[in-house]
């Protein structure tokens, strides 16, 4: 998972840069100085809040110690040392001591919350009057595959990932959720709400393929007992030998669809 969120910062990485130039513009003269990132991951928000804000500073809150000791390790090489301070804490359990925030920041995190609405609320209550809330949440998987690949049964990427859609609604019933109506009752009002597409086309940069190797593995070890027989012998075709037939796929692609809500209370 850390290698995924990291190549996916890598994939992304100028339309990141675009969403919190937008944050930025929102802000307006406000000083950005205090931000927390929840649901923090490798720090992929983190690190392009404090290269947008020069002032800030981040807590980064995150269930899993290996993530945030990832996180720690990237910060001192990016040279954000000082600029982070990681909280491992379960938001489900309540909310840790972060002091009032100018910007919270929720990217791909939100869905993973037992009782959302409970943490909306104490997101409004640390943000100081005019701070702002910014939340991206996945609309769909990334990509990758035309239909016909040319090997095996087309369509294996549809199927990947219904199943992967079907398994993720039953353990995270908060996917696809209203987000809009659910920031509104949680006494925000949005000032933006836009959709963020990343397109990649063909060749792909090798980060890209990276990220179609690292993301079919995944599909592969969760999904052994759900695949059909001809499907996981095509996707142990394609990942054989390090990946070397889907690497060499020639019209080889990224597209994913992320929503932007950037909201302030109301
Ligand atoms: C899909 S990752 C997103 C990571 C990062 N925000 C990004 O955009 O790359 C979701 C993260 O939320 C964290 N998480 C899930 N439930 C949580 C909770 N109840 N409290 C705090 N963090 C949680 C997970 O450990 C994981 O690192």
């Known amino acids: 998972m850390t290698e995924m969120l990291d190549l996916d910062a890598e994939v992304a990485a100028d339309h990141l840069a675009g969403l919190t130039a937008r944050v930025a513009e929102l802000a307006g003269d406000r000083v950005v100085r205090d931000v927390v990132d929840i649901g923090a991951g490798t720090g992929t928000g983190s690190f392009a809040l404090l290269r947008r804000f020069p002032d800030a500073t981040v807590t980064a809150i995150d269930t899993s110690a290996e993530m945030l000791s990832h996180l720690a390790g990237s910060a001192r090489r990016h040279g954000f040392d000082g600029r982070v301070r990681t909280r491992q804490a379960d938001l489900d359990a309540g ?151 889907l690497r060499a796929l020639p019209d080889l692609t990224v597209h994913s669809t992320r929503a932007v809500w950037i909201v302030t209370p109301t």
């Open 95 to 245: 909310w840790p001591e972060t002091g009032a925030a100018d910007l919270v920041w929720a990217s791909a995190s939100m869905h993973h919350m037992g009782d959302p609405d409970r943490v909306l609320a104490d997101i409004r209550g640390v943000l100081r009057p005019g701070g702002l809330f910014a939340m991206i949440e996945m609309e769909s998987m990334p990509r990758f595959l035309p239909d016909d690949i040319g090997i095996g049964r087309p369509g294996l990427e549809n199927r990947l990932n219904a199943i992967a859609d079907h398994a993720r609604a039953e353990h995270l019933p908060h996917v696809g959720s209203d987000w809009p109506s659910r920031l509104t009752a949680a006494g925000f009002t949005i000032l933006d709400a836009h959709d963020l597409v990343v397109d990649v086309p063909s060749p792909l940069p090798a980060a890209a393929v990276r990220y179609a190797a690292a993301t079919f593995r995944r599909f592969r070890a969760g999904m052994t007992d759900r695949l059909p027989a001809d499907d996981l012998t095509t996707l142990d075709t394609l990942l054989a030998d390090d990946a070397r037939l």
